[in-house]
């Protein structure tokens, strides 16, 4: 429906035409992909802490913390190796480290560092890689004129992940817990 207005739309918000082009489709579904995963992990990793482990919200915060310092910190060579290797290996190497810490992080150790600090940082270190590259190859795929509208249907599809994962897992969650 929304592509259907916004082909009749005088200056539509999204160029249709972006829809048509496989490389932009493709960074997009794995932008929903990778932030739907990361969001999951992130949204259940608090109450693991809470309630398996017994953690107070301020220890819970000091073991997330360095996630975003992490994703801050490496966010420069991550684009610096994009810039010289392209998307593809960033984004291979990015993907199976996120998924090596989530992996770990399942694995369910009750070990606060083993079980959860060191494999958020993983993740982090993962995400970093993951991140910058995205943008970089929506934007990319994108006509010249259409770089904006690339970038702003990119951010979208992630936030759609990441609102999807949070609903998903909370019906997941409740339903095997009832």
Known sequence: AFIAVER???TPLAPPALFRNRMFVGVNLATLLIYGAFTG??????FDMAVRRGLSPTEIGLILAPVGLIIGALSRPAGAWLDRAGPRPV???????ASVGAGWLAYGSTSL???AAAP?????????FVAGPLSTAVVAA???DAAGAASGV????????SLAAIVIVGVVVSVANQ
Do not use: E
């Open 8 to 10: 009749r739309a005088a």
């Open 41 to 46: 992990a992130l949204f259940l990793t608090p």
């Open 91 to 97: 984004l291979l190497f990015g993907c199976a480290t």
């Open 113 to 115: 560092w083993f079980g």
């Open 120 to 128: 958020l940082a993983v993740m982090a270190v993962g995400m970093a």
């Open 142 to 144: 994108a006509p010249r």
């Open 154 to 161: 990119n951010n979208t599809a992630g936030r759609i992940a």
